[in-house]
């Protein structure tokens, strides 16, 4: 009996997702696609869990989509082409808005190359560590194509029209520390560190309020699309919201009683 293609770990109030291919760097299948996309459901029915870190196996991150997939391989000589935007619809769309829209902080330990949509599928998440000999690749020119994965939105509004479009066309290797400086990603450490940082960061994510968190997730998503007037009384009716919430009311007590707060929505 063959591997699962996407490991699941539970410790406490973190769920690590592992993309398991590793033979094929992690790269992205039909069967691929439908393990995670359930696996991210539940995580999303799951009340006990806090936050998610998306990894992979081996020695990559994702490869992008695995090109031998029937989904996506040239038939025969004559038979018609692949229909690559149905592809996109019906895989790739729905896992970027299942990844954004779950009711948890999402985190990226980006352990090795993250090429084409598995650069994108990392760059969807909240908050994104990168081994220092990581790369990320906007591999699609190289095969005639354009950005997917969300990346022709994502792109832009990370590092500007400019670097984003260099990278687009160029389809360059990234360093991890250069993904780091241009503000790509959040950070780089050492190779040995990713794991434990990682999991670090999910602890400190898990004591936070998430409920807040991921409603700060939607209101940067929803703002890109919103004049500042909009974006003010978006904010208004989201603090509106937060204000008569449980942990509204007890980060405030636990600050006037100088402890830690206890934090329990999501």
């Known amino acids: 009996m063959s591997e699962p293609s996407i490991l699941v770990a539970q410790?406490?109030?973190?769920?690590?997702?592992?993309?398991?291919?590793?033979?094929?760097?992690?790269?992205?299948?039909?069967e691929m696609h439908q393990a995670l996309r359930e696996r991210l459901d539940e995580v999303a029915a799951n009340a006990e869990l806090r936050c998610v870190v998306l990894t992979g196996a081996g020695r990559a991150f994702c490869a992008g989509q695995d090109l031998a997939d029937p989904m996506v391989a040239p038939?025969?000589?004559?038979?018609?082409?692949?229909?690559?935007g149905h592809v996109i619809d019906s895989l790739y769309k729905p896992l970027?808005?299942?990844?954004?829209?779950?009711?948890?902080?999402?985190?990226?330990?980006?352990?090795?190359?993250?090429?084409?949509?598995?650069?994108?599928?990392?760059?969807?998440?909240?908050?994104?560590?990168?081994?220092?000999?990581?790369?990320?690749?906007?591999?699609?020119?190289?095969?005639?194509?354009?950005?997917?994965?969300?990346?022709?939105?994502?792109?832009?509004?990370?590092?500007?029209?400019?670097?984003?479009?260099?990278?687009?066309?160029?389809?360059?290797?990234?360093?991890?520390?250069?993904?780091?400086?241009?503000?790509?990603?959040w950070r780089c450490v050492e190779d040995a560190q990713l794991a434990e940082e990682a999991d670090k960061l999910a602890q400190r994510l898990v004591a936070m309020p998430v409920a807040a968190l991921v409603e700060t997730r939607r209101a940067m998503d929803r703002a890109e699309q919103l004049s500042l007037d909009e974006a003010l009384s978006e904010e208004a009716a989201i603090q509106a919201r937060l204000g008569r919430s449980h942990d509204y009311q007890e980060g405030v007590a636990a600050f006037g009683a100088k402890r830690a707060p206890v934090f329990t929505d999501r």
Do not use: H, Y
């Open 11 to 30: 410790r406490g109030a973190v769920c690590t997702l592992t993309l398991n291919r590793p033979s094929a760097l992690n790269s992205f299948t039909a």
């Open 75 to 84: 038939g025969p000589e004559g038979s018609p082409p692949k229909d690559l």
């Open 96 to 185: 970027v808005q299942r990844l954004r829209s779950l009711p948890v902080p999402v985190i990226a330990a980006v352990n090795g190359v993250a090429a084409g949509a598995g650069a994108n599928l990392a760059l969807n998440c909240d908050i994104v560590l990168a081994a220092q000999s990581a790369s990320f690749i906007q591999a699609f020119a190289k095969i005639g194509l354009i950005p997917d994965t969300g990346g022709t939105w994502l792109l832009p509004r990370l590092v500007g029209r400019a670097r984003a479009l260099g990278l687009a066309m160029l389809g360059d290797k990234l360093s991890a520390s250069d993904a780091e400086r241009i503000g790509l990603i």
